[in-house]
């Protein structure tokens, strides 16, 4: 089984601290990206998400938004956590950003 709560890191150098899951599988924390496209500080953002059955076991699936705290743009994950043989954990994950444009006919590069 799969334990999501703790520090966690990606082979970009970027971390994140996903704290104690409640009994519905609602979680919070915070996610310090390494990778930007953006010249402004990069800051130390929060995070809300949902792993599904908690507590059961296999696979888990999970769920998380980052609200970045250092441009007008949001990304939600999706993943699943997997353990190998050995006991060590993994994270497997798809994004997508969602940024601000000043107008609609701009949309087209709105998500990444």
Request: aromatic residues 12%.
């Given at each position: 089984?799969?334990?999501?709560?703790?520090?966690?890191?990606?082979?970009?150098?970027?971390?994140?601290?996903?704290?104690?899951?409640?009994?519905?599988?609602?979680?919070?924390?915070?996610?310090?990206?390494?990778?930007?496209?953006?010249?402004?500080?990069?800051?130390?953002?929060?995070?809300?998400?949902?792993?599904?059955?908690?507590?059961?076991?296999?696979?888990?699936?999970?769920?998380?938004?980052v609200q970045w705290q250092f441009s007008d743009s949001i990304t939600a994950f999706v993943g699943q956590c997997?353990?190998?043989?050995?006991?060590?954990?993994?994270?497997?994950?798809?994004?997508?950003?969602?940024?601000?444009?000043?107008?609609?006919?701009?949309?087209?590069?709105?998500?990444?």
């Amino acid at each position: 089984q799969c334990d999501l709560q703790g520090l966690w890191k990606n082979e970009l150098g970027s971390n994140m601290t996903l704290l104690a899951l409640n009994t519905a599988g609602i979680f919070s924390g915070y996610y310090h990206t390494a990778v930007a496209t953006t010249n402004k500080q990069i800051l130390v953002s929060p995070l809300q998400g949902a792993q599904q059955h908690p507590g059961a076991k296999g696979h888990t699936t999970f769920g998380f938004t980052v609200q970045w705290q250092f441009s007008d743009s949001i990304t939600a994950f999706v993943g699943q956590c997997f353990v190998d043989h050995r006991g060590k954990e993994t994270l497997e994950t798809t994004w997508l950003l969602r940024e601000e444009v000043p107008y609609h006919r701009d949309i087209w590069k709105a998500t990444r």
